[in-house]
Nanobody, 120 residues
Framework: QVQLVESGGGLVQAGGSLRLSCAAS????????MGWFRQAPGKEREFVAA????????YYADSVKGRFTISRNNAKNTVYLQMNSLKPEDTAVYYC?????????????WGQGTQVTVSS
């Protein structure tokens, strides 16, 4: 079983940037496809971005395409989410997720989340 710990959240003004990190432990990181999700208050959790085991392929929600970039460093057991041109509607708790299969919106393992707040 893989354990996931997110970091990098915080408060940022609209138009600003943040980079989230998710550190994995417990299993061979490169055996897992990774994803990022978010959940705003009163809303359901929604898919943000996904990346394959080697990082060769990525997939994004339309709402973040062109502004967010998912990447991974298998040597550091870490997946990242670079968020640029942030908007108040990006405010949410962001979760990373892992799964041995590449199913961009379905995952078996989840982190505890990190809060991102974008002020207008």
């Amino acid at each position: 079983q893989v354990q996931l710990v997110e970091s990098g959240g915080g408060l940022v003004q609209a138009g600003g940037s943040l980079r989230l990190s998710c550190a994995a432990s417990g299993r061979t990181f490169s055996n897992y496809a990774m994803g990022w999700f978010r959940q705003a208050p009163g809303k359901e959790r929604e898919f943000v971005a996904a990346i394959t085991w080697s990082g060769g392929s990525t997939y994004y929600a339309d709402s973040v395409k062109g502004r967010f970039t998912i990447s991974r460093n298998n040597a550091k057991n870490t997946v990242y989410l670079q968020m640029n041109s942030l908007k108040p509607e990006d405010t949410a708790v962001y979760y990373c997720a892992a799964d041995p299969k590449y199913r961009p919106t379905e995952y078996d393992y989840w982190g505890q989340g990190t809060q991102v707040t974008v002020s207008s």
